[in-house]
């Protein structure tokens, strides 16, 4: 599964990336987060496109396993 | 020669670039300092502005300034002035004279300054303020805002504590600006109308209330509708009860809110809220982002009889009703 890295940007930029990393792999993807507002709006983004969001936590960040 | 986009040089714009309520208390919650009698409202009425008996009126000051939410300078002036000067008028009082505060980076040609200020200064005159003077940093990220006096009558002024079980709620400007900008942020929407209401005064919600009797006024900003509503409830010792069915939000803000565009102010602002305010379980999550989500430049929230709500609403026709406060119950505010 492609992974995305949105460490140490704040919002809106990791829904771009995320947007961006969709395009690619329409599939889907794992997004590391570093922030509880990524997190919640990147998941946001996913869920309003259909897709399943899965939320796992890694140390101080999570993983945001998106998948159709 | 390409110019640089103010918004991409900030990591947060706008009122969205307030520290969260939760820690400003923690930092200014009794301080000591010298007491003035003349001293009428001063830091612990978590009120809008200052203000001070100067002897047959009263003296209003207040300070705001924020990182650019839109890449046009002269635009980010009008926002900033028309914000900064919001607050005189969520205390009743006519703004009169300002000083600049301006931030500005090493690497922006200098022109991008002056036509900051030139928007600034004309959304000051509309306003019948003059710019007297100012102090300029150099600083990574262009800030820019005012420090604005005004003044009023001492039987008019505007505390956001005095609002009365059965007082109606009324705003005079929709909500979502927020969420809007931060779409914008991310290039999915031009935000027109966001943008026309961030720079437009609340002159006209002022000048509205001209002889009725407003019970408490403040405005709507950085701590979203559900953080100045608690403030204005609380002070006062009621509740408001908030009618989600009639909440007035910009065109898109829902959208941008189910699609993840949302500002990080909006989960600071529930965070400290989260057992203060009271919002059903059944609301859907774009709407508590759409109710925590902190605006700029917002409208003013005035608190007056129903009468007079009445009469407000003929005179002003962005204003809205958005609820009424009753005799305290469990929690300062309810959506119902």
């Known amino acids: 599964m492609t992974e995305l890295d949105t460490s140490g940007y704040s919002c809106p930029e990791p829904v771009i990336m995320t947007k961006k990393a969709l395009k690619d792999s329409p599939e889907g993807l794992a997004v590391l987060v570093d922030n509880r507002a990524s997190k919640e709006n990147v998941s946001r983004y996913a869920t309003a496109l259909g897709y399943k969001v899965k939320v796992e936590e890694a140390g101080q960040n999570w993983k945001l396993i998106i998948s159709k | ?336």
Request: aromatic content about 8%; some cysteine.
């Open chain 2, 1 to 336: 020669m390409e110019e640089i986009r103010l918004t991409s040089l900030v990591r947060s714009s706008g009122c969205n670039a307030k520290l969260p309520p939760g820690d400003l208390h923690k930092a200014l919650d009794n301080l000591e300092q010298v007491r003035s009698r003349s001293l009428i409202e001063g830091f612990e009425s978590s009120d809008d502005a200052l203000v001070y008996d100067i002897g047959d009126k009263a003296l209003i000051e207040t300070v705001d300034f924020f990182p650019p939410m839109v890449d046009d300078p002269e635009i980010f002036g009008e926002i900033a002035a028309a914000n900064a000067i919001s607050d005189i008028y969520a205390m009743g009082g006519e703004p009169r004279i300002a000083m600049s505060l301006m931030c500005f980076p090493s690497c922006l040609d200098i022109s991008i300054m002056r036509r900051i200020m030139i928007g600034a200064i004309r959304k000051a005159g509309e306003a019948g303020v003059v710019i007297a003077g100012g102090h300029t940093l150099s600083d990574r990220e262009p800030k820019f805002g005012l420090a604005v006096t005004g003044f009023a009558k001492k039987d008019r002024i505007w505390s956001n504590h005095g609002v009365r079980p059965g007082d109606v709620a009324v705003l005079t400007k929709r909500l979502g600006v927020g969420l809007l900008m931060t779409a914008h942020k991310a290039g999915e929407t031009d935000a027109k109308e966001a943008i026309e209401q961030m720079r437009t005064l609340n002159k006209k919600a002022w000048e509205a209330a001209d002889g009725l009797d407003i019970h408490a006024a403040t405005d709507v900003t950085g701590f979203s509708l559900m953080g100045h509503s608690y403030e204005a409830a609380s002070a006062s010792g009621v509740t408001l009860l908030i009618r989600s069915e009639d909440l007035r939000f910009l065109p898109g803000a829902e959208e941008a809110a189910r699609f993840g565009f949302v500002p990080e102010g909006r989960y600071t602002n529930e965070d400290y809220l989260a057992d203060k305010v009271f919002v059903p379980e059944s609301c859907p999550l774009y709407f508590r982002d759409m109710l925590f989500s902190p605006e700029t430049s917002g409208g003013l929230l005035l608190f007056m009889s129903p009468d007079d709500a009445g009469i407000y609403m003929k005179r002003l026709d962005t204003a809205f009703v958005i609820g009424e406060a009753v005799r305290f119950q469990e929690m300062h505010v309810k959506v119902v």
